[in-house]
C-alpha cells in the first residue's frame, strides 16, 4: 500500500510538472496575496517574517543614516550557466578564450587612452578659460584700483565671472543628469560593489560631468577636477567594453561578449583606475584606489589589466599635456594634479610625533568639515529639492567664493615683492610697485595651482594670519560645494585647506626653534594637506601612494602613513568618511567587507524575505506576464510544483534553477514557447546578451490572448545549479557567500532542499555594524519606498 | 494506512538517530570495505569513479609537471560555526570584538618590528662575515702576485672561504630542516593559497634559514637574502600570532584567539609583505607582492593592517641599520637591498621600443634560466635524494663560484683607475699601480653590492668584453645554485645577471648613438635587470613597485612596466614562472585565481569522492575511533541515519553538519561522551584552540573499551550549515565558492540533501590549464602517493 501510495504521488508530480495550464489560477497563490506586493521596487521583500518584527516606517524624515532605499538593485555577478552558454562553450573553444583575452587586454589599452584623453580635454579648457579669466580680473583690479579705487567694478566682474559658468553647470546637472553631481566616487564605490546606481556609466552622464567640471573649477567653486576623473573613467570603461551607448542609441557590435555584469565590473574598475592615474599621475595608486575603495573582487589577472590601463593612461596624459605645454618630449606632466617636484625632504625620527599630532588634528578637522557637510546634505535633502533651487544654491555659494576671496586679498596687505612668482597673475592691490598681494595670487588661480603655491613657497611667503583667515573662510566654503548640484571633487579643497594649515604649522614650530633646518614649509604644507584629506575621506594606502606619485617623493612614505593612520583612526572616533556618510544618506545597500560581528546567531529563516514567488520549470505564458506585470521581483526560483498530499498540507517546490527577470522577458520577447517551436536550431546565448544591458520591461512586449495559453520551458534558459543555503544558515555565512561571490539572489532551502524564501542584498546590507567613540553596536536599517 | 506508514518511518527514523550503538557493525559499511582506504593519505579521496576512470598511475618517474601529490592537505578557513563558538559570541560582546581588534594591530605592530630585526641580524652578519672574508682575499691576492705569481694560494683560499659556509648552511638545512631550502618564496605563496605545507612556519625553519641564508651568502653562492626574508617574515608573523612555538615547546598564553587557519593567514600575509619591505625599503610593494603572489583573500581592513606591519618594518630596519652604519639619525637604510640613490632619470618616447625590445629579450633568457633549472631540479629530484650528496652539490657549487671568478679576474685585465673605488676591497691584480681590477671587484663583494656598482658606476667602467663572459658564466651558476639545499633567494644573481646584459645594451647603443644624452649605463641595467627578473618570476605590478621604491625612482614607472609586462608575455610564451614550476614539481595542489575555461561541462558528480564516510549524529564512540584509525580524511559529515525502505533500497544520509577530525580527537581526547556528563558546563570553545595547530593522532588518544561502547552528541561541536553543492553543480561554480570561500571540504548533495559525494582541493586543483606558445588546453593531472 505504501509503494502504492508513493507511485501515486510520483505521478501527480510527473503529470504536474508536464501540465502546461497551471491548475491553482495565479491570484490565489499564496506569494501573491500580500497586499502591498505591487507597489514595491526590486528584490527587496518588505514583507519577511523578520521585517514585519521590526516596524517599518512607511513615511519618516528623510535624511537619516539608519535607512536603505528599496530603488536600488543588485547587479548580477553570477555566471548563469545554462544550456545555451554550455552549447556556446561547446562549439568556440580555446580558440574563443584566447580571442578574448587579447580583446580583453586592447579594451583597457583603449581605456587607459580615452580616460587620458577626457582628462586633457577638461585640463585644456579649464587652463583656457581660466586664463582668460582671471587674467582679465588681475588687470582690472589693478586698473580700477589706480582709477579712483572703483574696487566694486572688478567685483562685480569677479562675481559674473564666478555666477555664470556656475550656472551653466548647475542647470546642466540639475535638470539634465543629476548623477554628475559631486565627485561621483561614491557612485563608483556602489557600483563595484555590486549596486545598480542608475545610470552612472552612461555617455549622457560623461558630457555632462566633463562640461560640468570645467564650468565649477573655472566658475571658481572650491572644488576640484581629480574626482570626476575617476567617474568619467568608469564612465569611458563601461562604454568601450560595451561597444555601444544607449544615450546616443548607437551600437558599434564590437566586444558583444563583454556584454554582461561581470565583464563590465572589470573594466569599470580599471576605468576608474585609470581615472586615478590620469589626475593624480599616479598608476600605482590607481591601482590601489580601486582596490581599497571600490572592487570587492580582487584577482590577479584584472590587476594587471587596470595597471596596464593606469600607466597607458598617465603616459597617454603625459604625451598630450606635455605637447600641449610646449614641451613635447618631456614627459613632465603625468597628472592632471601636478604638485611639482619635491627636493627629497629628510625627516628626523623625532619629528615623527608632530606627523602624528598633525594626523590627529587633521582627523578632528576632518571629522566637523563632514560633520557640517552631513548636515548640510540633510538640510538639502529635505528643503533644496526643487531643480532651480539646486541651481540657485550653487550661483550662491559662487558669489560667496567670490565675495570671500575680493574680502581677503581687500582687507588683508600680505606683500611681496615679484619675482619668483608664484603664480602666472600677480596682482598689485595696494601693494608697492614691483611687489604682489599674495592673497590675490592664492584666490587669482585654480585651486591646484594653489596648492603647487603652498607646498613650493619658499619660507615667509605666507604670513601667518593671512593663512588663518583663508584656513577658515576656505574650510566652510568647501564644505559648503561639496554636494552642490555641480560636478567637482573634494580632494583640491581638502589638499588646499590642508596645506595652508600645515604652513601654518611650520611658522608656529620656525617661532619655537629657529635654528633648525628640518622644519621646510612645503614639508608641512604636505602633512598638513595629507592629515586633512585622511581625516575627510579615511583613505590610507592609496592615498599615501597617490600623494608619493602625485609628489614624485617615495622617501616620504613612512611620515605620509603615520600622518595618515593618525587622521583615520582620530576621524572613525567621530563618524564615518564622508563618501560613507552620502552613500548611507543615499540609503544605498552598500555590503562592507566583512560581516557584522557578533551575528551568528541570526538565521536565514529570519533574514530571508518570504513567501517567495516561484515559477514551475514549464510555465504558463500568461502566468509569467502575470506575474512580471504584478510585482517587481528580479529573479524567480524555478521549482518542481508543490504536492498537496492527502492532509492537504502542501509542501515547498523542490529548486531546480533559478531564472531571471531579464531572461523572462527575453524569452517572451523573442516568443520561445513551446507551441513556436521553429526558433530552437538559431537559439544561442547571444539572445540575452543583445539586449544587455537595458531590457524591456513587461509592458512593452505585446503577447496575444493566444499566447498566454502557451507554455515556455525554462530549463534550457534557467541556472540550473543556483547556490542555496539552509534555512538555519547563520548571517556570516550567507554574507561571505553572498559578498564573495557577487550574487544578487540566494534561495533559502530546507532539508528537502524546497525553496522556502531567498535572500537578496537588502537582506543582509541592513544589518550594519557601528563604531563610534570606542563602542561597537549593530543597527537594523529601516527600509524605505521614498528615497 | 499511508498515513501509518509514514509515521512508522519516521519512528524508525527517530529510533536510530537517539539508538547511541551502531546497528551496522563498521566493517560492512560500504564506504569501509575498499581496499586502499586505509593507506591513503588527508581528504584525498583517490577511489572517486572519476579518478578511476582516470588511470591513477601507482609509481611513476618522479619530476613530471602533471601529478598532484596526496600527501598536502588543505588549511581550513571557514569558520566553524558551531554551538560553543555562539556560546562564546554571546558571552564575550562588542567590548571583546574591540580588544581582540587592537590585540590585531599590535600584533601587526609587532610583526614589523620583529620581522625587521631578525633582518638586521643576518644583514649585519653577513656584512661583518663579508668583510673578513673579502678583506682577506684582497690583501692575499695583491700579497701573493707580487711573491711570484703564487696565485694558487689565495685561489685555494677563496674556495675555501666558499666551501666551508657553504657546507654549514647545507648541512642544516639537508640534515635539520629541509623546506628551508631556497628562498621560501614558492613555499609561503602554497601557504597563503590555503595548502598546509608541513613545517613551513615553525621557529625552527626560521632559524635555520637565517643562518642558512648567512652561510650561502658569505660563501660567495649566487644566491641572496632578499627571498628568505619574505619566508622569515611569515614565520615569524605565524610564530608572534600565535603566542607559542612548537619547535619551543613554548606557550606564552597570549593571543589565544588568534589559534585557527583563518587568523593565521591573516598574519603570514602581513608578515610575508614586512619581510619584502624589510628586503627592498619597498612598504608598498610589500603590500603588492603579498596581494599578486599570495593571499588569495583581499580584505581592506586586512590590507591596511598588512600596509602597516610593512612600513613599521621598513622603519625599524632603517634605525638600526642606520644605526649600525653610524649615521643614526639619517634614516638612509630603508631595506637590506639597498641599490642608492638613482638621479631622475629622463627617457624619450622613442625609447620605450628599445625597452619593450629588453623585455622581450628578457623573457627569452628568463624562460631559458626557468628551463634549465627546471631540468635540473627534476634531476635533483630523481637522482640526488641522499642528505650528503645534497651537502656535496652545494659544496661543489661553491668551489666551482671560487673558481669561475677568480679565472675571469685572473684571465681578462680589466683595469680602471683608482679613486671614484665602487668597491670596498679594491684589489690589483695585474694592474698598474694606482689601478684596480673591475672583475676582482665584482666578485669580491657580495652580489648586492656589485648590482649596485652596475646601476651606479660611471660610463666606461666596464668593458664589453668582461661584462658578457660575466653574464654568461653567472647566468649558468645561478640557475645552477637555485634549488641546491642552501637558505638562498634568486632576486639577487637574477638582477646581477640582467644588470650586467644592460649594460652590454647600452655599451651597444652608445657605439650605434655616441653623441646621445640619453643613454645613461645605470638606465639601461636598472631596465635589464626587470626585464630578466620579470622573465624568470613573472610578477608586473609587485615587481614595478618594488624596483621603483628601492630606487627611490617613480618617474620611471613607465618604462619598468613596459619592460616587465613584455618579459613577462614572452616567458608566458614558452613556459610558467621559476616559482610556479617548483610548485608544480612538489606537486602541490595551488588553486589559481580563476576556475579553468570552458570547464562548465564537468559536473560535481563526476569530481567528487565517493562513497563518503559519514557519521551520524550521535554516535558510537569505538565506531568514531576506528574510523579515525582506518581512514585518513580530515572531515566526515554529519547526517541523519541513512533508511532502508522495504525495498531494500538504502537511502544516503541527509546532511546536518560537518565535522573534522581534529575535532573529533579533540572530543575523544577530553572524553567529552554523552555518559561521562559532567564536562558540559565547563565546555567553551576553547577547547578546539588549545591544541591548535597540531592535534594528536587517534594512536595518542586511550579510550578503555567500556568507553567504546559510549556514545557521542556530535551537534554541540559540528558545524551546522556547511556549505554545499548539488550534485549537477558545474566545475567552475564549485571553483570559485571553494576557492572564494577557502574551504577545505565541500560536501556535494543530491535533490533531497542527502551526502552522496566530496570535494576537496585536489578534486579541483587536478583540472590545470596550460597556455603555451599561443595555444591553450586543459590537463588532469594525475594523483600519486609518492612524491
Not at 530571508?608 to 500568461?622: A, Q, R
Not at 506576464?625 to 528580479?634: A, D, G, I, P, Q
Not at 526558433?679 to 496575444?704: C, G, H, K, M, V
Not at 561597537?776 to 521614498?786: P, V, Y
Amino acid at each position: 500500500m505504501i509503494q502504492n501510495g508513493e507511485e501515486e504521488k510520483v505521478d501527480v508530480e510527473a503529470e504536474q510538472s508536464e501540465n502546461h495550464v497551471r491548475p491553482t489560477p495565479f491570484r490565489n497563490l499564496p506569494s501573491i496575496q500580500d497586499e502591498s506586493i505591487n507597489t514595491l521596487n526590486e528584490d527587496s521583500d518588505l514583507t519577511s517574517s523578520y521585517k514585519r518584527r521590526s516596524s517599518i516606517k512607511e513615511s519618516f524624515e528623510p535624511g537619516s543614516l539608519n535607512v536603505l532605499s528599496a530603488k536600488y538593485e543588485s547587479l548580477d555577478y553570477d555566471i548563469c550557466e545554462n544550456h545555451l552558454m554550455l552549447d556556446e562553450e561547446r562549439k568556440k573553444g580555446y580558440r574563443y578564450v584566447v580571442h578574448k583575452n587579447v580583446a580583453r587586454w586592447f579594451t583597457f589599452l583603449l581605456i587607459g587612452i580615452c580616460t587620458a584623453l577626457v582628462a586633457c580635454i577638461i585640463d585644456i579648457s579649464i587652463e583656457e578659460l581660466s586664463y582668460i579669466k582671471y587674467g582679465t580680473l588681475s588687470r582690472y583690479v589693478d586698473k580700477y584700483i589706480t582709477q579712483g579705487n572703483k574696487l566694486y567694478i572688478p567685483y562685480f566682474l569677479y562675481v559674473l565671472f564666478n555666477i555664470i559658468p556656475v550656472a551653466i553647470g548647475a542647470t546642466l546637472v540639475a535638470y539634465v543628469e543629476p548623477i554628475a553631481a559631486g565627485s561621483g566616487i561614491p557612485q563608483v564605490k556602489c557600483y563595484l560593489n555590486g549596486v545598480k546606481v542608475p545610470n552612472v556609466v552612461r555617455f549622457k552622464t560623461l558630457v555632462v560631468k566633463s562640461i560640468g567640471v570645467v564650468c565649477s573649477v573655472v566658475g571658481g567653486l572650491a572644488g576640484g577636477k581629480e574626482g570626476p576623473m575617476i567617474h568619467s573613467g568608469a564612465v569611458v570603461a563601461a562604454g568601450i567594453s560595451q561597444g555601444k551607448s544607449t544615450s546616443c542609441r548607437k551600437d558599434f557590435n564590437v566586444f558583444r561578449y563583454f556584454r554582461e555584469d561581470h565583464e563590465k565590473r572589470d573594466f569599470v574598475s580599471g576605468g576608474a583606475a585609470a581615472g586615478v592615474s590620469a589626475a593624480f599621475g599616479a598608476p600605482v595608486g590607481g591601482v590601489l584606489f580601486s582596490l581599497e575603495e571600490g572592487t570587492s573582487f580582487w584577482n590577479q589577472s584584472l590587476t594587471w589589466k587596470t595597471f596596464f590601463a593606469s600607466v597607458i593612461s598617465t603616459f597617454t596624459l603625459n604625451v598630450v599635456l606635455s605637447t600641449y605645454h610646449g614641451v613635447p618630449g618631456d614627459l613632465s606632466y603625468p597628472g592632471l594634479l601636478n604638485l611639482g617636484q619635491f627636493e627629497r625632504f629628510s625627516y628626523e625620527v623625532y619629528e615623527l610625533p608632530i606627523f602624528v599630532l598633525m594626523g590627529l588634528f587633521g582627523g578632528i578637522l576632518g571629522s566637523f568639515w563632514n560633520h557640517i557637510n552631513y548636515k548640510l546634505t540633510v538640510f538639502r535633502i529635505r528643503y533644496l529639492r526643487k531643480r532651480w533651487v539646486k541651481v540657485l544654491e550653487a550661483c550662491i555659494v559662487a558669489a560667496v567664493s567670490a565675495t570671500v576671496g575680493f574680502l581677503m586679498m581687500f582687507s588683508i596687505n600680505d606683500c611681496k615683492p615679484l619675482g619668483q612668482d608664484p603664480t602666472k597673475y600677480p596682482t598689485q592691490m595696494y601693494c608697492g610697485d614691483g611687489e604682489y598681494n599674495v592673497l590675490a595670487s592664492i584666490w587669482f588661480q585654480t585651486p591646484e595651482a594653489s596648492v603647487r603655491s603652498l607646498f613650493h613657497d619658499p619660507r615667509n611667503t605666507h604670513n601667518a594670519l593671512s593663512l588663518a583667515v583663508f584656513v577658515f573662510f576656505y574650510f566652510f566654503l568647501a564644505t559648503w560645494t561639496f554636494g552642490l548640484s555641480t560636478s567637482n571633487g573634494l580632494f583640491i579643497p581638502t589638499l588646499l585647506t590642508g596645506a595652508a594649515w600645515g604652513r601654518l604649522v611650520s611658522v608656529a614650530l620656525f617661532y619655537l626653534f629657529p635654528d633648525s633646518k628640518l622644519i621646510h614649509p612645503g614639508k608641512y604644507a604636505l602633512i598638513g594637506a595629507a592629515a586633512q584629506l585622511g581625516g575627510v575621506v579615511r583613505m590610507t594606502i592609496s592615498l599615501t601612494v597617490i600623494i608619493m606619485e602625485t609628489t614624485g617623493n617615495i622617501s616620504f612614505a613612512l611620515p605620509l602613513i603615520v600622518t595618515l593612520i593618525a587622521a583615520k583612526w582620530t576621524g572613525d572616533f567621530f563618524n564615518e568618511g564622508i563618501y560613507d556618510i552620502h552613500i548611507q544618506l543615499s540609503g544605498i545597500p552598500l555590503l562592507p567587507w566583512e560581516p557584522p560581528p557578533l551575528t551568528s546567531n541570526i538565521y536565514a529563516s529570519e533574514v530571508m524575505s518570504h513567501p517567495v514567488v516561484t515559477l514551475k520549470t514549464v510555465e504558463n505564458v500568461g502566468h509569467i506576464v502575470e506575474l512580471l506585470r504584478l510585482t517587481s521581483y528580479n529573479g524567480f526560483p524555478v521549482v518542481d510544483p508543490p504536492i498537496t498530499d492527502q492532509r492537504h498540507v502542501t509542501t515547498y517546490g523542490r529548486i531546480r534553477g533559478l531564472i531571471l527577470r531579464s531572461q523572462l522577458i527575453v524569452i517572451l520577447k523573442k516568443k520561445l514557447f513551446n507551441e513556436t517551436a521553429e526558433w530552437w536550431d538559431t537559439l544561442s546565448a547571444s539572445i540575452f546578451r543583445d539586449e544587455y544591458p537595458r531590457y524591456p520591461t513587461i509592458d512593452e512586449i505585446s503577447i496575444t490572448e493566444d499566447e498566454k495559453t502557451y507554455s515556455v520551458d525554462l530549463r534550457p534558459f534557467m541556472n540550473s545549479s543556483p547556490y542555496t543555503v539552509l534555512h538555519n544558515t547563520s548571517l556570516p555565512r550567507m554574507f561571505r557567500l553572498f559578498r564573495g561571490l557577487g550574487l544578487r539572489h540566494l534561495p533559502i532551502v530546507n532539508d528537502t532542499n524546497e525553496v522556502i524564501g531567498m535572500v537578496t542584498r537588502k537582506d543582509l546590507a541592513r544589518y550594519r555594524v557601528w563604531v563610534h567613540r570606542g563602542r561597537m553596536g549593530l543597527d537594523e536599517l529601516l527600509m524605505s519606498k521614498e528615497i
